[in-house]
């Protein structure tokens, strides 16, 4: 795919101290969109997004004093690999695309 993007963390539930854990999404835009998305509702919810035949991800929304935060959690059930990132603000998520 011309423009796969790869999500790369590290899994706040291993029990490494820096273990990486990742995922690709079809296209980095979509994917921008999808998450910003997520910040326009209020509520804690959730939006779940199957990658590809494999992967599923969950993005997690939370208001934590006052502040909506984004958890990532993705599972891929081939090789059994599931993780969570660490909580994300709006602003850092933008800042991580390049949105500034």
Known sequence: MENLFSWVY???NSG???????FN???E???FNIIMDGFENADNHQI????DQDTV????YKKIKGEILL?????NIVSNTAGK??????????????KQ
């Open 57 to 60: 991800v969950k993005f997690e």
């Open 71 to 75: 958890n990532i959690n993705h599972n």
């Open 48 to 51: 779940i997004v199957q990658t």
């Open 29 to 31: 835009e979509t994917l």
């Open 10 to 12: 590290s899994d706040i």
């Open 16 to 22: 490494a101290k820096h273990e990486e854990k990742s």
């Open 85 to 98: 990132s660490t909580s994300l603000s709006r602003k850092q998520l933008t800042a991580l695309f390049g």
């Open 25 to 27: 999404f079809p296209n």
